[in-house]
């Protein structure tokens, strides 16, 4: 029998973040700065207190809990309900999230010093941890659509919070508008649960499974399980970035580098694949879904991955890392293998908060220049944050014994092991994609850390470059401890939270009751199982293996290319001019976006304001029926005279005309008719 686990303590989790958040955000001038940073910590410090004893009860005392906090309301048989499911999904998610985000706090003390909107930013980064503990917790769709809206909500605010910047502000309206497409398949697919289950619990849901898939929509072909998840996975797609709803997440770092490092590392990107990974049950049930995941996050993994070689800001770089790197964690959710792909979350949200924290720290070294061509050899003037940012790219490319290595390399062999259409292509585009990550991720690298210091007269100077009263250019400088503490705390689990953890995750019962697969008819899990003996093992038979001959590969050809022969990229770009556009212009999504997409929805729109509001509701409903009236008055007011003789005679006539409806047909009857 499993321990339960208490209510009251499972509260705390979301609760202590929102009670920071409205101290922060509503009575911010009253507790000043000091005050709003404090509240706003130690709220998130109570909800990862409390998510690592929970951790702690499900993985060693196998503790559980699945229950209604708060009842809404009732209608017919469908009920509406605040409740926490908590098992060891929810576990690792709580614990993930709140650490990176508690990480994030502390490092913003630092990052936003000078910034007048201090009180605000704390507000917000505590309102969206709050949201996406919500949204991890849930035991119901009503919960996780919540949640799922609450850190979009959020998300808007921190991309534009420096909202006289008028790029802030078209990247917030971007990310928004994005998102709104996926929302809507997203809502579709519970609309469809609630239609055809008639719950919105996960558990009955999960149940009915098997009956949802002997659907079919009427006068169709169509599964209604397979519509359903599909419908699911494009709201996956909008919130975790994949192609084509891809476009929002590299305009979102206009945002703060903090909220980078929240919203796209370990929080709100990872909902889409936390939310597939809860519905294994139902996903289980349709080929042709896990299809459409696997072939989607190929293309995300391989052709994000392109993208991040021809970035020039150090942000960037880390921007489409992440999103090739949701693709990883999408191919492995379409291959069956969820607790790889949810291991993968776990990895990467370490060693990619520590990346977008390292980029953040260098920004503030070197006075808010975010040009990686305006970098070189600050190894020397930024040790801790040179060391901990060369572990994170360690991690992110797979190196062996990294935490990467272990989440990246079992989603290769995971999707090796697929039968599914699409499995030979999300292959190649996983393998291809090890030697473009470790190309662009030590690109990077070198360009910042090594090489000659292009700082001093900077080739590429912005429109944010300062200088002294001499006229010399700030030299570059350490980050204060509030800034590099955070990186030191995030690069132990980006190298060994891999090794420890492997076992019980992929291997181990760690997620028995999370994660259902059909193992007799996706035998990916099985295959791994097989080939599994010990982390050790696994990282020594790495050495030999293709991904770490393609992940060397790329890490020499990126020294050779910015460190030993530079004139080489230059001369590549010259000679394949067409290609460098075809990357520059982002495959062109953005301008097909502005000018197809965005045009024919306005006109879409147009015609429904034009033809559905103002003609339709203002024009035949309402001012249609004020007419009808206003007509209808207009020819009885003739007879409303004022007249009493008028009135007796309309009355004589009224009684004359009711004797002769009621004696006529006595009159006929007598006259023989």
Not at 11 to 23: H, Q, T
Not at 336 to 360: D, E, I, N, Q, R
Not at 420 to 447: E, H, Q
Not at 645 to 673: C, D, E, N, S
């Amino acid at each position: 029998m499993s321990a339960q686990l208490s209510q009251n303590t499972l509260l705390w989790v979301p609760m202590a973040p929102l009670a920071g958040a409205i101290i922060a955000g509503l009575f911010g001038k009253t507790v000043g700065r000091r005050g709003a940073h404090t509240v706003t910590i130690l709220g998130v410090l109570i909800a990862f207190i409390v998510s690592a004893m929970t951790l702690k009860s499900v993985a060693i005392d196998g503790a559980r809990f699945n229950g209604t906090v708060y009842e809404w309301m009732v209608l017919g048989g469908l009920k509406m309900e605040i409740g926490f499911l908590v098992d060891g999904l929810t576990a690792m998610m709580m614990t993930v999230v709140a650490f990176v985000s508690l990480m994030v706090h502390i490092y913003t003390i630092g990052y936003m010093e000078e910034d007048p909107g201090y009180q605000r930013f704390f507000s917000y980064i505590s309102l969206f941890t709050f949201s996406m503990l919500m949204l991890v917790m849930s035991n119901n769709f009503l919960q996780l659509f919540f949640g799922w809206e609450a850190v979009g909500l959020v998300s808007y605010l921190l991309i534009g919070f420096w909202y006289t910047r008028p790029t802030a502000i078209f990247a917030n309206m971007k990310a928004f508008i994005v998102n709104r497409v996926g929302d809507f398949g997203f809502i579709l697919g519970i609309g469809l649960i609630v239609a055809y289950a008639g719950t919105l619990s996960y558990s009955e849901a999960f149940a009915k499974g098997p009956e949802l898939a002997k659907l079919v929509f009427p006068g169709t072909d169509w599964m209604v399980i397979t519509v359903t998840c599909i419908c699911l996975f494009i709201g996956a797609m909008g919130k975790s970035a994949q192609f084509p709803l891809h476009v929002w997440l590299p305009d979102s770092m206009e945002g703060p580098t903090p909220i980078s490092a929240l919203i796209h590392a370990a929080t709100m990107v990872t909902a889409g694949i936390f939310m597939v990974a809860r519905m294994s049950p139902l996903f289980e049930l349709s080929d042709t879904a896990l299809s459409v995941v696997l072939v989607i996050g190929a293309i995300t993994a391989l052709f994000m991955g392109f993208l991040g070689v021809i970035q020039n800001d150090i942000k960037r770089v880390v921007a489409y890392s992440t999103l090739s790197q949701l693709g990883y964690m999408t191919v492995a959710l379409g291959a069956s293998a969820y607790s790889v792909a949810v291991f993968h979350l776990m990895t990467h949200a370490f060693f990619k908060a520590l990346l977008f924290l390292a980029a953040g720290s260098v920004i503030i070294g070197l006075h808010h220049d975010q040009d990686i061509r305006n970098m070189g050899g600050l190894r020397k003037y930024m040790p801790i944050t040179w060391i901990t940012a060369l572990l994170g790219s360690l991690a992110l490319i797979g190196t062996p014994l990294f935490a990467g290595f272990y989440s990246k390399d079992s989603i290769i062999e995971a999707v090796h092991a697929s039968h599914l259409p699409g499995s030979g292509f999300a292959y190649f585009a996983v393998v291809a994609g090890v030697f473009v990550t470790a190309f662009y991720s030590f690109r990077m690298y070198f360009l910042v850390f090594h090489g000659k210091e292009r700082f001093h007269h900077k080739p590429f100077p912005g429109e944010h470059d300062h200088h002294d009263e001499h006229g010399e250019h700030h030299a570059p400088h350490e980050s204060p401890w509030v800034v590099t503490a955070p990186l030191v705390l995030l690069a132990a689990p980006s190298v060994v939270i891999g090794f420890i953890t492997i076992g019980p995750m992929l291997f181990g019962d760690f997620f028995k009751d999370s994660i259902f697969v059909d193992l007799e008819h996706h035998p990916a899990m099985e295959e791994l199982a097989k080939e599994f003996h010990g982390a050790a093992a696994m990282a020594l038979h790495g050495l030999a293996s293709l991904p770490f001959w393609l992940a060397l590969a790329g890490v020499v050809l990126a020294y050779v290319f910015y460190l030993v022969k530079p004139e080489i990229p230059a001369a590549i770009k010259a000679r394949f001019g067409f290609v460098y556009r075809l990357l520059e212009n982002k495959y062109y999504m953005d301008w097909i976006n502005e000018n197809v997409f965005a045009p024919a929805a306005c006109l879409v729109g147009q015609g429904l304001w034009k033809g559905g509001d103002v003609g339709l509701i203002d024009g035949a409903v309402i001012n249609g029926s004020a007419r009808a009236v206003s007509g209808i008055a207009s020819v009885v007011r003739l007879v409303q005279t004022g007249y009493l003789y008028w009135y007796a005679l309309v009355m004589i006539l009224g009684v004359i005309g009711l004797l002769t409806w009621q004696l006529w047909p006595h009159l006929l009857a007598l006259k023989g008719f």
